[in-house]
C-alpha cells in the first residue's frame, strides 16, 4: 500500500476552515483515499473517502488533484470538539480492504 | 452505519494471566476482521487478520502463540493475550468491513479495549 505523509500537528482557531494535506506520490490505480478522525482512547471514526476530484459529506469535504498524488481533508469552521487526530490513508480497491495507519496529524482547535 | 462492538473497554490484570477481548458487528456479518494495537500517542499498528472459519493472518512480528484470535461466527471475534506482562499494555482495537454497505476501504472501527497489565 501507498506510503503517506501529513504534517504532524496542526493549529486552528475556532471557526476556521482547516485543510490538512496528505501526500502519497505512490498511490496506485486502484487505490481509495480514506480519512479517519481519532479521538483519545477511541476507535477510528470514518470522515471521508474519495477516488478523484471533489467529494463532500455533511462533515468534510476531500480535494483530490488529477494526479491524485496528495489530498486535501477540508473541515469547515472547525470547533473544539474536531480536536483530535486524523489519518489519511490509502485502500486498494474491493478487493483488499486492510488498512494501514500512518502518524496522522494532530490537530488542536483553540477557543 | 455499521457497528462494531468491542468488550470490554478496559480491562486491569494480573501479570501471568490471559486476556480476552471480543469483537462484534452488530448489525452486518463480517467475514474479516482486523485487529490493531496503539501504544500512547503512537499510531495504529495492525497486528493480524481475522478469518472466520479459518486460521488468523498475523503481521510480521507478532507472536501467534500469544495473541490468540477465534472467529468462530461472522460475527464475532476473540482476541486473547495470554501470559500477559506490562509489556502488553496497550489499547486493542477491532474493525470490520460492511460489504453491503458499499463503498470501497471504508471500515467500521470498535470502541478499543485497553488492557493495563499489573
Known amino acids: 500500500l501507498a506510503k503517506t505523509t501529513q504534517p504532524i500537528s496542526m493549529d486552528s482557531y475556532e471557526g476556521q476552515e482547516v485543510n490538512i494535506t496528505c501526500s502519497h506520490n505512490?498511490?496506485?490505480?486502484?487505490?481509495?483515499i480514506t480519512w479517519y478522525q481519532q479521538f483519545p482512547s477511541q476507535g477510528p471514526r470514518f470522515i471521508i473517502q474519495?477516488?478523484?476530484t471533489k467529494v463532500t459529506n455533511e462533515v468534510a469535504s476531500l480535494f483530490i488533484p488529477a494526479d491524485r498524488k496528495s489530498s486535501t481533508l477540508s473541515l469547515p469552521r472547525v470547533s473544539l470538539s474536531d480536536t483530535a487526530v486524523y489519518y489519511c490513508?490509502?485502500?486498494?480497491?474491493?478487493?483488499?480492504?486492510?488498512?494501514?495507519f500512518g502518524k496522522g496529524t494532530k490537530l488542536s482547535v483553540i477557543p | 452505519g455499521a457497528v462494531v462492538s468491542q468488550h470490554p473497554s478496559w480491562v486491569i490484570c494480573k501479570s501471568g494471566t490471559s486476556v480476552k477481548i471480543e469483537c462484534r458487528s452488530l448489525?452486518?456479518?463480517?467475514?474479516?476482521m482486523f485487529w490493531y494495537r496503539q501504544f500512547p500517542k503512537q499510531s495504529l499498528m495492525l497486528m493480524a487478520t481475522?478469518?472466520?472459519?479459518?486460521?488468523?493472518?498475523?503481521e510480521q512480528g507478532v507472536e501467534k502463540d500469544k495473541f490468540l484470535i477465534n472467529h468462530a461466527s461472522l460475527t464475532l471475534s476473540t482476541l486473547t493475550v495470554t501470559s500477559a506482562h506490562p509489556e502488553d499494555s496497550s489499547f486493542y482495537i477491532c474493525?470490520?468491513?460492511?460489504?453491503?454497505?458499499?463503498?470501497?476501504?471504508?471500515?467500521?472501527f470498535g470502541e478499543g479495549s485497553r488492557l493495563t497489565v499489573l
Open positions: 474493525s470490520a468491513r460492511d460489504w453491503a454497505s458499499g463503498g470501497t476501504g471504508e471500515l467500521f
Open positions: 505512490n498511490i496506485a490505480t486502484n487505490d481509495y
Open positions: 474519495g477516488y478523484k
Open positions: 490513508l490509502m485502500s486498494s480497491g474491493a478487493g483488499s480492504y486492510q488498512l494501514t
Open positions: 448489525d452486518f456479518q463480517a467475514t474479516t
Open positions: 481475522s478469518n472466520e472459519g479459518s486460521k488468523a493472518t498475523y
